[in-house]
């Protein structure tokens, strides 16, 4: 009993901590300074493709804080910062891995409960802790990857209507730099943005078309190589800018077209994968509300907590393997 009061109290003291850190990340606010900080230690680690002085680099480089020294130099954890941006955060690596080391602690303790309210053995209370503890740490990045994909597909809706309103600002006698201004302050997130980024930055002083790539670099987009390739080609051997928009915007706007076409004709799949994914466990929590004790043998012996680890894992494979299925590139 008193093992199970330390593991609930635990338990609620890893989530205030989760919570707090969650709190504390989004009263964070958009700093410019602490964006160019960021921005200019990316720049940094780029030895070749920066095109920063060897002292400016050193310099940003002494006063980079000694945790995130120490992330760079870690494979899997070098291009989190990157990923962030990707994903539209406004927090810093370290904030993401303090929610990451929250939510580990926490799904260890919530294993580690749970195999003890289940009388488990003392080898699958540590199986199950870890299990809990791995699924749970995956959530953050797991809501990584859905906003970036999710800002991706916002640009890439958004991005015809800039193309076009680039090739009008054109045809009415604007320059190319007014245009790109238009677009930053006219166009909502995350376009608008890009766009004035790149915009500031050659008022800078960087050419236009490098400010053009530097956007690159913040979204994952091929429609976007695609524009800053036009415009890269355009300057070098000249021709109608304003045409080469509209066609490239208007093809744009034929594969968004395609591509809700296939999410129609592939819905029926995508609505079979959430029912075979959902129906075990709905399955199970049924019979044994309806039958108390029928799943006893499933719970307590060791080769029917085999079955329902192998099982689980078995689900979430077939769930990724329908998914990989129905995603067609477009």
């Known amino acids: 009993m008193n093992l199970a009061v330390v593991l609930i109290i635990s338990f609620i003291a890893v989530f205030l901590v989760i919570v707090a850190v969650t709190l504390g990340a989004a009263t964070i606010k958009d700093s410019p300074?602490?964006?160019?900080?960021?921005?200019?230690?990316?720049?940094?680690?780029?030895?070749?493709?920066?095109?920063?002085?060897?002292?400016?680099?050193?310099?940003?480089?002494?006063?980079?804080?000694?945790?995130?020294?120490?992330?760079?130099?870690?494979?899997?954890?070098?291009?989190?910062?990157?990923?962030?941006?990707?994903?539209?955060?406004?927090?810093?690596?370290?904030?993401?891995?303090?929610?990451?080391?929250?939510?580990?602690?926490?799904?260890?303790?919530?294993?580690?409960?749970?195999?003890?309210?289940?009388?488990?053995?003392?080898?699958?209370?540590?199986?199950?802790?870890?299990?809990?503890?791995?699924?749970?740490?995956?959530?953050?990045?797991?809501?990584?990857?859905?906003?970036?994909?999710?800002?991706?597909?916002?640009?890439t809706e958004l991005f015809p209507d800039a193309l076009t309103m680039i090739a009008r600002s054109l045809r009415a006698g604007h320059s190319f730099t007014s245009a790109i201004e238009l677009v930053g302050t006219e166009v909502s997130e995350p376009v608008g943005s890009l766009f004035k980024t790149a915009y500031d930055q050659q008022l800078l002083g960087l050419r236009i078309n490098e400010a053009l790539n530097n956007m690159t670099e913040r979204i994952e987009s091929l429609d976007l190589r695609f524009f800053t390739t036009a415009v890269a080609i355009n300057s070098e051997v000249g021709g109608n800018l304003a045409e080469i928009l509209d066609k490239l915007a208007a093809t744009i706007r034929e594969r968004i077209k395609i591509r809700r076409q296939v999410k129609v004709y592939t819905a029926q799949a995508r609505m079979s994968g959430y029912i075979l994914a959902a129906l075990p466990i709905i399955t199970f929590f049924l019979i044994?509300?309806?039958?108390?004790?029928?799943?006893?043998?499933?719970?307590?012996?060791?080769?029917?907590?085999?079955?329902?680890i192998v099982a689980a894992v078995l689900q979430v494979v077939g769930f990724f393997v329908i998914r990989k299925i129905i995603n067609i590139k477009i």
Do not use: C
């Open 33 to 155: 300074k602490v964006e160019l900080k960021r921005r200019l230690r990316r720049m940094a680690r780029k030895e070749r493709e920066s095109g920063l002085s060897d002292d400016l680099r050193a310099e940003i480089i002494k006063e980079t804080p000694p945790f995130e020294r120490f992330i760079s130099q870690i494979v899997f954890l070098r291009n989190l910062d990157k990923k962030l941006d990707h994903a539209g955060l406004k927090i810093s690596v370290a904030m993401f891995l303090l929610i990451v080391v929250a939510a580990a602690l926490f799904g260890f303790i919530a294993g580690l409960y749970l195999a003890i309210l289940w009388k488990m053995s003392a080898i699958w209370i540590v199986l199950l802790a870890l299990l809990f503890s791995v699924a749970i740490t995956s959530l953050p990045f797991l809501y990584l990857a859905i906003l970036k994909n999710k800002r991706v597909q916002k640009f």
């Open 288 to 308: 044994n509300l309806l039958h108390p004790g029928y799943e006893n043998p499933l719970l307590k012996e060791d080769q029917g907590k085999i079955m329902l």
